[in-house]
């Protein structure tokens, strides 16, 4: 498998507080990783760095083998806040065309904007505006648009955080089937231990600020995942407990 994306020693500091310190590993093309981490960490700043919002203070991103200089052409963010991400005055089809104008011809813009919301599950409510939406249909929106773009890479930052409970298991359901179909490289960074054990092939834990990669779990459930049954699952358990002590600073209990 080759890789998508590797951060070498990424480190960030603003003015004297060291949000980042010496961040190094890898994404495979195909992948979905998740990072979680204690709040306030550094996960944002990360996150920036890797979308070339933020030039880093250390270290380097290298996407497709180049580092990131600048915004990627090929990358796309999904941000925890849809009710500022999406524009009220265009409808939910304009707002997921957006990014594509003048990138492609008209028709080939809508066919995919068409095409993303109905993966999305929301093809009846092109001509709404986002106000006219729940939070949850409003997420769903920024994440067709972001997929309406086709990038190599899709971050994700929190993206279900400020929905309710049962909306963000829908969410994470629709972000995994899309995953299966698109193959989409997917770094999705959450507060939730289950949600990154739930989601990820691999789970990146950091530690409290400055952000450091305490460990870098495989996450060995099936693919096909469900609600229910692998979150009862005891390699799910054992994972997730795992996750927690390491993000408490308590010891791992060792196994024969
Ligand atoms: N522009 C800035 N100037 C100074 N300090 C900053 C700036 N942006 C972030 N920080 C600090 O850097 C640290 C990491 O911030 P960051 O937003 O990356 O963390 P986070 O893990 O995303 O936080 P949260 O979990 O609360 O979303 C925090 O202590 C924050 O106060």
């Known amino acids: 498998m080759s890789t998508m994306l590797e ?30 981490g204690p709040s306030g960490c550094g996960k944002s700043t990360l996150l920036r760095a890797i979308a070339g919002l933020l ?17 990627p052409d090929d990358l796309a963010v999904v941000f925890q806040d849809y009710s ?13 065309e957006f990014p594509l104008r003048g990138r492609m011809r008209r028709k080939v813009r809508q066919d995919r904007a068409r095409f993303a919301l109905a993966q999305v599950g929301l093809a009846g409510a092109a001509h709404k505006h986002p106000q006219q939406l729940s939070g949850g249909m409003q997420q769903r929106v920024a994440l067709a648009r972001a997929l309406a773009y086709q990038p190599s890479l899709l971050l994700l930052d929190e993206p279900f955080a400020s929905v309710d409970a049962q909306t963000r ?24 231990i289950d949600e990154s054990v739930y989601l990820g092939d691999r789970v990146l834990v950091l530690s409290g600020s400055p952000a450091r990669v305490l460990a870098d779990l495989p996450v060995d459930l099936p693919r096909t995942r469900d609600q229910i049954t692998t979150r009862g699952c005891e390699t799910f358990v054992e994972l997730r407990s795992e996750v927690a002590r390491l993000l408490r600073g308590l010891p791992i209990p060792v196994t024969t």
């Open 55 to 71: 030039a880093p203070t250390g270290g380097s991103v290298l996407l497709h083998g180049s580092p990131v200089r600048g915004v």
């Open 84 to 96: 500022r991400s999406l524009f009220p005055w265009l409808t939910v089809q304009s707002n997921v």
């Open 7 to 36: 951060l070498a020693r990424l480190s960030h500091v603003y003015g004297d507080h060291a949000a980042i310190a010496e961040l190094s590993f890898t994404v495979d093309t195909g992948e979905l990783a998740c990072i979680v």
């Open 169 to 192: 298991f829908e969410l994470e359901d629709l972000l995994l089937r899309v995953h299966a179909e698109q193959g989409t490289t997917m770094l999705l960074v959450t507060h939730d």
